[in-house]
């Protein structure tokens, strides 16, 4: 009882395996697809993806925003941004929502709701990345 799992960046096909279940970072709570899930496109939020054999977790994965089509026999996630958590980087990480926070100030200042929208949502992912990779070296 497994689904064929697809998780792609933009670079390349990052995993391409049958998997029990794929708990999915989903913009609204976290959804898992497995066998015969009801089809359905599922916007993402940046979190993990954790892959299951069985009741274990094989593995798992950061994804930076995107999107999952779910099926009853397979799952295909397109995402921004995909890295397995041990190579997350705290240094990255903070460098990243620095830039984005200097960022939405010079949106405010120029009333760009759309662009500080936009920021909002990434600064969001970038602490989602930050709090990741400081748990990782743990």
Not at 44 to 69: C, N, P, Q, W
Not at 80 to 85: A, F, G, R, S, W
Request: one cysteine or more; a negative charge; glycine letters at 6%.
């Amino acid at each position: 009882m497994s689904i064929q799992l697809e998780i792609v960046s933009p670079e390349k096909v990052v995993v391409s395996q049958q998997v029990d279940m794929a708990v999915l970072p989903g913009l609204e709570g976290d959804i898992a697809a497995m066998e015969g899930h009801v089809p359905m496109i599922l916007l993402l939020r940046g979190g993990v993806i954790h892959l299951y054999v069985g009741d274990k977790i094989t593995d798992s994965f950061f994804v930076e925003s995107g999107f999952a089509e779910m099926k009853e026999t397979g799952c295909t996630v397109l995402a921004k941004e995909v890295k397995k958590l041990d190579e997350l980087s705290e240094e990255v990480a903070t460098k990243l929502l620095a830039d984005l926070e200097e960022s939405f100030k010079e949106a405010a200042k120029g009333n760009d709701a759309e662009r500080q929208r936009e920021l909002i949502d990434e600064m969001q992912n970038a602490q989602v990345m930050l709090e990741l990779a400081t748990s990782v070296k743990k």
